[in-house]
């Protein structure tokens, strides 16, 4: 039984507000993420390591070396497994996903991120150009756009909540101080960026005949942070769903372009890691696509001629490029455009107040984590000098918490291959796609310019 | 749970914002993002005006159901 609205208004028990801090793939990203750390944490206090748990892959050249590592570690890639079960699982449960339906097809996507681990480890990778995360991005695109993905594997296939735990986990790698430092040039950076081409997307769309809110998605989704940065924008403006649906196809589409494209290019230039980085960091449209992106081009350092700084720079200046410089800026974008929706643009018969709540409330919580762990290992290592950090607290806290990010990354970068069908893109029509492409142009030299010229000192430091 | 006006869209019959409705009527939402991600707030789906809107809008034709309904329609059942 329903009735019409303006009729009598009866109070109905509904949704409360909900419990957004295990509701939401961001607090369990830092509830895993933190959780580890802390753990690695008092083992460290206690002498000992959470590194017999956060088994990885070693170098290798033939299979028989394969072979050995397994036969060695079985155990510890048993228990390793176990521990994303129960972390993950728990997270997936508490999201509404059936456990039994996610551990099922979780156990097949750890296994299968394994075999990319293994083989970005070959000592030959390199020279074939191997890199896990484009081997997996490739890999999980080719299953999903041809045989398909059986259903009963999809549970297991969350892109964001891996990759938010992975984020959350490199916090523990990179040093307050060098937040501090590098953050407020990321800032800048993107902010010059983000308004260029959300502006170049937003007006060229609107010239193009396009309903403003459509362009607002758009820009926003190109400018901010991808299909994030569309759907916040979109729900606050009140888009229609098809503009949602074209603003998801030219992100993703267009973001798995750049993913291979730009450390393809970068490496033809021979751009150090970090430099390259933050043009990645720039120029990328979210994060999971960019962090493939950037840890793609880490794996070059050492690797390919010509390309120098240290492996782990490339994805240190994404993260502070995209993580700190433009996500952490959604809820902004947000507020102000659904206020100028609410009193300049056309009426849609929907009334919704803005509230400076909205800035709050759309913040990717997920970025708490990363700079408390950041301050959490900031804060152990400070009685240590250099040489003790290189001895100690490098090999026995922050490297086994760097093994867990590799794994929590791979899971990712799988999934968004074996997630992205490009049979089931919108119609995005040719003037919103000349409206982003065009957009996309503008931003990827403009970050170029930026990361190779304005602020190129800056990012090379970042790299040694 | 708790009682709060039916005002808005969080409690029309017309709106839908559980997640996997939304990951499923949105193809590839869940490639790059997710509608489990903090950003989307409680924003969902209007079946009236086809839109994506904040939970918190309004409009003249809120479909006001009984609790259960309610419940029912958030998570994709058709009203009965």
């Known amino acids: 039984m329903a009735h019409i609205a303006g009729?009598?208004?009866p109070r109905v028990t509904a949704a409360a507000a909900p419990r957004q801090f295990l509701r939401t793939e961001d607090w369990w990203a830092i509830w895993i993420g933190l959780g580890l750390i802390g753990s690695a944490a008092v083992l460290f206090a206690a002498g000992g390591s959470l590194k017999w748990l956060a088994v990885a892959p070693q170098k290798w050249s033939q299979w028989s070396d394969l072979a050995g590592q397994f036969h060695l570690n079985g155990l510890r890639y048993a228990s390793l497994w176990l521990l994303w079960s129960t972390l993950f699982g728990a997270?997936?449960?508490a999201l509404g996903i059936e456990l039994t339906a996610f551990l099922r097809a979780f156990a097949v996507l750890f296994a299968v991120s394994a075999a990319l681990y293994v083989l970005g480890l070959w000592d030959q990778a390199a020279h074939y150009n191997l890199e896990p995360p484009?081997?997996?991005?490739?890999?999980?695109?080719?299953?999903s756009n041809t045989v398909g993905v059986p259903r009963w594997l999809e549970p297991a296939l969350r892109v964001e909540f891996f990759i938010k735990t992975g984020i959350v986990l490199l916090g523990a790698s990179l040093p307050l101080t060098l937040l501090l430092w590098a953050g407020p040039v990321a800032m800048l950076q993107a902010a010059i960026v983000s308004l260029v081409t959300f502006g170049v997307i937003y007006f060229c769309a609107v010239r193009l005949g396009l309903d403003r809110r459509l362009a607002a998605t758009?820009?926003?989704g190109g400018a901010v942070c991808g299909v994030s940065g569309a759907i916040a924008v979109g729900g606050a403006v009140g888009a229609k769903r098809q503009d949602i649906s074209i603003a998801i196809a030219l992100v993703v589409g267009w973001a798995i372009v750049m993913i291979f494209l730009l450390p393809l290019a970068a490496r033809a230039l021979h751009l150090p890691t970090g430099v390259a980085g933050a043009w990645i960091g720039t120029s990328e449209f979210a994060d999971a696509a960019g962090l493939a992106a950037a840890q793609a081009y880490g794996g070059y350092a050492g690797h390919v001629?010509?390309?120098?700084?240290?492996?782990?720079?490339?994805?240190a200046a994404f993260t502070l490029m995209k993580v700190i410089g433009r996500d952490v800026w959604i809820g902004v974008w947000a507020f102000v455009l659904s206020l100028v929706a609410t009193t300049r643009w056309e009426n849609t018969g929907i009334r919704s107040a803005p509230s400076g709540s909205e800035i709050w409330r759309r913040f990717p919580k997920f970025v708490l984590g990363f700079l408390l762990a950041?301050?959490?290992?900031?804060?152990?290592?400070?009685?240590?000098?250099y040489a003790e950090y290189?001895?100690?607290?490098?090999?026995?806290?922050?490297a086994p918490l760097q093994a867990l990010r590799t794994w929590a990354f791979t899971f990712a970068f799988l999934s968004i291959g074996l997630t992205t069908r490009l049979r089931e893109f919108a119609a995005v029509g040719v003037r919103p796609f000349a409206a982003f492409t065009l957009g996309v142009l503008v931003n990827v030299i403009l970050g170029f310019v930026l990361s190779t010229q304005v602020f190129a000192g800056f990012w090379e430091r970042l790299g040694q | 749970m708790s009682a709060e006006p039916i005002a808005s869209c969080r409690g029309c019959g017309h709106f839908r914002n559980a997640a996997p409705l939304?990951?499923?009527?949105?193809?590839?939402?869940?490639?790059?993002?997710?509608?489990?991600a903090a950003v989307r707030a409680d924003d969902g789906l209007c079946a009236v005006h086809d839109r994506y809107v904040r939970a918190v809008s309004v409009c003249d034709r809120l479909l006001i159901v009984p609790a259960q309904d309610f419940l029912a329609l958030r998570d994709g059942t058709p009203l009965r």
């Open chain 1, 374 to 385: 950041s301050v959490l290992i900031t804060l152990i290592s400070r009685g240590y000098s």
């Open chain 1, 305 to 315: 001629p010509g390309i120098g700084g240290q492996a782990d720079a490339a994805v």
């Open chain 1, 91 to 93: 997270g997936a449960l």
């Open chain 1, 134 to 143: 484009l081997v997996a991005l490739a890999v999980g695109l080719a299953v």
């Open chain 1, 390 to 398: 290189k001895k100690d607290v490098l090999p026995n806290l922050v």
């Open chain 2, 22 to 36: 939304l990951e499923a009527a949105l193809p590839n939402l869940n490639s790059l993002s997710s509608a489990h």
């Open chain 1, 7 to 9: 009729q009598s208004a």
């Open chain 1, 218 to 220: 758009l820009g926003t």
